[in-house]
């Protein structure tokens, strides 16, 4: 996860005033630093800081116009022709414009630079906390940046040290640092850290932190945690993705119950759209043992076509619809199956739906049609349901010859001769009755 850098710009008022005492050469900035000097009093002690020059100030001003104009060449060249006597320049006066060089080599993405233009400002004594911790601080969001993960966590630690207030983003910057090197274990730290200071602030916790936190916990296989930061994801930012990802954390822990209740959720909501959810959902239904719901999202995604009327739907589509106890209306499903597959188990399947409804004849039909085409698993057991189909419509003669086949095959041999046994003594019956 990458994090881009806030877009700087350099004020020289600001910079001035950030802890300089009140000597400052326009009447502006002396306002300005005396109120700053006295709002600081109470806090830490630091040295007394030095003043900015009247001729480096000027010169600084033009710098700021130039760069303002977005004329970096003339900006860079006026802090050029300060920094070519650097003996004359005091050390606040050199951290401000080295701080006024790394905010030029950020705009102008010379990050390089940039780094080394702050780490210039820390190099130089006694100046301003408040210089010294935002160039700290600009010094690691550049070394995230530009993939230096491990020095910018170092470097935000010391930062941690040096101010009274971390913001969430600072600590979120480093959760992200510890994630892109793999350590995930670390990143989860100074999230919460982030969220429990947005809690005190009261502020809403943003949704790429959740989401870092979340992937945070995927990696660490820790599913529960996963589902429970998704569970505040959907609740404050209700999108799609976070509705199918907290359905397959449940699923990941065996939550089927609580899965398929979020797939329905999301589906009421309308975020469910692509085949495999329905499909999914649809099969978590069945699991479930609630057919009816299986049903209703199968029917509707195969009218809508959101569900392809492919051989497989139409099967689970059936299935369903057998659950349900609606066999008649299964019927057209699985004709539409075996016509589209042309396959032999597909015609069992509809003959086993007729035999449900005793439509013997039907049954009968489907099945010679399955051993017609053959390749079947186990055609035994489908010669044996020919038989018994052709049995049950009083077709004597042609059940006899399905179960005298049937005994070809071991698994079906001893069944078979039972039930030859059982049809020949019906015909027998059917000629004796036929004399009379």
């Not at 303002?68 to 060449?73: G, Q």
């Amino acid at each position: 996860m990458r994090v881009m850098l806030p877009k700087l710009v350099f004020n020289l008022s600001l910079a001035l005033a950030l802890g300089l005492a009140p000597s400052l050469l326009s009447p502006q900035g002396q306002a300005y630093a005396a109120d700053k000097s006295a709002k600081q009093e109470s806090k830490r002690k630091t040295k007394r800081s030095q003043v900015i020059g009247q001729k480096v100030f000027k010169v600084l001003e033009h710098a700021q116009a130039a760069n303002d104009a977005k004329d970096y060449p003339q900006a860079l060249s006026l802090l050029d022709g300060l920094m070519a006597k650097p003996k004359r320049l005091n050390s606040f006066e050199k951290a401000t414009i080295y701080n006024f060089y790394a905010v030029i080599y950020y705009q102008t993405e010379q990050l390089d630079k940039a780094k080394t233009a702050y780490k210039n400002v820390l190099k130089q004594k006694d100046i301003p906390e408040g210089l010294r911790n935002n160039s700290l601080f600009s010094l690691a969001q550049l070394l995230f940046v530009t993939e230096d993960y491990a020095t910018s966590i170092r470097v935000l630690q010391k930062w941690y040290g040096l101010v009274e207030n971390v913001k969430p983003d600072a600590y979120m910057l480093e959760a992200q640092a510890h994630y892109q090197l793999g350590d995930y274990r670390a990143a989860e730290k100074p999230i919460l850290a982030a969220l429990k200071a947005a809690k005190q602030r009261k502020q809403r916790p943003k949704e790429n932190w959740l989401g870092l936190l979340r992937a945070v916990y995927y990696e660490l296989n820790n599913y529960e945690r996963a589902a429970k930061v998704l569970e505040v994801m959907v609740r404050l930012y209700p999108k799609k993705v976070y509705w199918t990802q907290l359905a397959g954390m449940y699923g990941l822990q065996g939550r089927q119950k609580d899965q398929l209740a979020t797939m329905h959720a999301a589906n009421e909501a309308g975020y469910l759209d692509k085949e495999s959810e329905l499909v999914n959902m649809a099969r978590l239904y069945l699991a479930e043992q609630a057919p009816y719901g299986a049903v209703r999202v199968m029917k509707a995604g195969l009218e809508s076509q959101q569900i392809e009327d492919s051989v497989q739907n139409l099967q689970l589509y059936a299935q369903a619809l057998s659950l349900a106890q609606e066999y008649e209306a299964q019927l057209p499903i699985l004709e539409k199956a075996a016509e589209k597959s042309g396959e032999g188990k597909h015609y069992v399947y509809l003959g086993q739906a007729q035999a449900a409804l005793g439509r013997w004849k039907s049954a009968a039909s489907a099945y010679q049609q399955a051993l017609h085409i053959g390749e079947l698993e186990r055609e035994g057991s489908v010669l044996m349901q020919l038989g018994m189909a052709r049995y049950n419509a009083k077709q004597y003669q042609a059940a006899r010859k399905a179960f005298v086949k049937a005994i070809e095959f071991p698994n079906s041999e001893k069944q078979a001769n039972n039930w030859l046994k059982f049809v020949e003594g019906e015909i027998k019956r059917q000629e004796a009755l036929a004399k009379l």
